[in-house]
């Protein structure tokens, strides 16, 4: 592509002048500070230097604002924070562990006490660390308090279930959930608090012992939140380390120590980490990876709904979502009209920094970035495609253009790809069967959008596409939420499902306790509930 395409920087970066002192507040954070074994260590090692996807102008041109550093911390360190975690879990015999779910919620609810003080830091850190706009920073801190609440109501209904004994062919049994062993954590840069607290926190609550290592981007965060994790939680339970994850995490995977790998990140670097443990049928795997969600646009749609639901779908935080929609297929009698009023919508999007009001399209963190998508607009472009929007693919440090690519087909980049980012590839089609035959060859599963008025085109569709992906969604956007629902997908989009309920199953495992219906059975179970005697073998109804 021609040069051309650049935005003048003066029109979009502030002056540090600008920036109001309310956003400013605590930085540059200069974090030396990490947690192993239930102690605050600090590190006079090298620290990483965290850049802002925001530049700031001065009289030259625009760079990224520096915002803190934190510890990058070796192999010892790491090694450290494993043999905490497997001495509190000690086999099972660690006092976690072993902790009635009653007490472990009790932990989880001052926690998240301890959480909400710092939300503001929190929230600001956030913004900063990824560009996300700051009105939807606050919205991913409450969703994940919420979240803790859900989990923890959904925890003590599954308690509940397990609290009765069951008598079947003469044999007693009580079937409750038990852990799982030492949990590694690693969230994503794009919901670096959210996503990476959905294995946390069900992995905690569920008796097992944690080593979290925060994302590249969104590292930062963590800095308010370690006091609350080491005054809350007894020593080794919760460690949280930070540095190169290619450098520190393969040990951790190779010494066959870690039980669970909890990861959302890409099936690439999943499957280099199972690889390195040395007893895969020991390893459990909880991943969401990529995904490239298709939209499907039926004639007759209503293009209004269709227009504002596939803006939120393909652009919400620049696309830089696993959910996001990022193909559609449009019926080829409203291809033009769908595009003319997608175009003409995307115009009229907010673009700025992450503070400012209403703002929608925002600076992307991941260096590189723009360079990557370029290329993919190039590819597509020099195969056929054009840009359909005034002004898409245009780059100014940071900051992408979202750009809708049409026509699209199978011999371009973007077709198969997932770009995690604002450019939307669309295709227009007359069989239906070309976007279902899209989704069975691809490598991924997550999910699918239906656009459509006529119950009978879209009924005929759901039953083939609900064997191909995991969430179908009506006149809608594909999505998480609610956090209630299953969240997983097919193929390299996910391993075990996600969600309040799901992901405590998924971080612990089904045990029983069993006898035989004697005379002498019977008074020993009796006598080891009245006299609470066990934290397993109880009767114990949480309240």
Same mark, same amino acid.
């Given at each position: ?155 003590? +209904? %599954? !308690?509940? &279930? ?13 079937? *409750?959930?038990?852990? =799982? ?120 749609? +209503? %293009? !209004?709904? &269709? ?13 830089? *979502?696993?959910?996001? =929609? ?218």
């Amino acid at each position: 592509m021609k040069q051309n395409n650049e935005i003048p920087w003066q029109d979009l970066f502030p002056m540090a002048s600008d920036i109001p002192e309310s956003i400013l507040k605590d930085l540059p954070c200069i974090q030396t500070q990490y947690l192993i074994n239930g102690e605050i260590r600090n590190w006079d090692g090298p620290r990483q230097e965290v850049l802002s996807p925001v530049w700031v102008a001065t009289d030259k041109d625009p760079s990224p604002f520096f915002i803190g550093e934190y510890p990058l911390l070796t192999q010892a360190e790491s090694q450290q924070a494993l043999d905490a975690a497997v001495a509190a879990y000690n086999h099972g015999r660690g006092f976690w562990p072993t902790l009635s779910v009653s007490q472990r919620i009790e932990h989880m609810e001052t926690f998240t006490f301890r959480m909400m003080e710092e939300k503001d830091r929190v929230v600001r850190f956030l913004m900063w660390e990824v560009g996300k706009p700051l009105q939807d920073s606050i919205k991913e801190f409450d969703r994940t308090i919420q979240y803790i609440k859900e989990t923890l109501a959904a925890l003590k +209904d %599954l !308690d509940r &279930t397990g609290s009765r004994f069951t008598i079947e062919e003469k044999i007693i049994g009580q079937i *409750r959930r038990a852990p =799982l062993g030492v949990v590694l954590c690693m969230g994503p840069f794009n919901y670096p608090l959210n996503e990476t607290f959905t294995t946390l926190i069900p992995a905690l609550v569920m008796g097992n012992t944690v080593i979290l290592k925060p994302p590249k981007h969104g590292a930062l965060l963590y800095a308010p939140l370690l006091n609350a994790f080491c005054d809350v939680f007894p020593k080794g339970v919760i460690n949280i380390i930070y540095g190169q994850g290619r450098e520190m995490i393969p040990p951790l995977m190779a010494s066959g120590q870690i039980n669970v790998l909890g990861l959302i990140g890409t099936s690439r670097t999943a499957n280099e980490l199972k690889k390195q443990h040395p007893y895969p049928n020991r390893l459990r795997c909880v991943l969401g990876l990529e995904a490239k969600n298709p939209a499907i646009i039926l004639n007759g749609a +209503d %293009l !209004d709904l &269709t227009v504002k639901e596939c803006i939120l779908g393909c652009l919400s935080f620049n696309g830089q *979502r696993c959910t996001a =929609l990022k193909i559609l297929f449009v019926e080829q009698p409203i291809a033009q009209e769908f595009l003319d009023r997608f175009a003409a919508a995307m115009n009229e999007l907010v673009v700025g920094m992450p503070w400012k009001e209403g703002v929608f399209v925002t600076p992307m963190p991941e260096k590189g970035k723009a360079d990557y998508l370029r290329a993919l607009v190039s590819d597509a472009v020099e195969k056929g495609a054009g840009i359909v929007n005034n002004g898409g693919a245009r780059v100014c440090g940071s900051f992408f253009s979202p750009a809708i690519l049409y026509p699209v087909t199978h011999k371009m980049r973007v077709f198969h790809e997932e770009q995690f980012g604002p450019v939307i590839p669309v295709l227009a089609f007359t069989d239906i069967k070309d976007p279902i035959e899209y989704m069975i060859h691809s490598n991924y599963g997550q999910q699918v959008s239906i656009f459509g008025n006529d119950p009978d085109q879209v009924a005929e569709m759901i039953d083939p596409l609900v064997n191909q992906v995991c969430r179908v969604n009506i006149n809608c956007q594909c999505q998480r939420g609610p956090d209630t629902f299953p969240f997983t997908g097919r193929k390299d989009s996910a391993e075990g499902t996600l969600s309040v309920s799901d992901a405590l199953r998924v971080f612990s495992i089904r045990t029983l306790v069993a006898a035989k219906e004697t005379d002498q059975n019977k008074k020993i179970i009796t006598d080891i509930v009245r006299q609470r005697k066990s934290k397993f073998l109880t009767t114990d109804f949480i309240l």
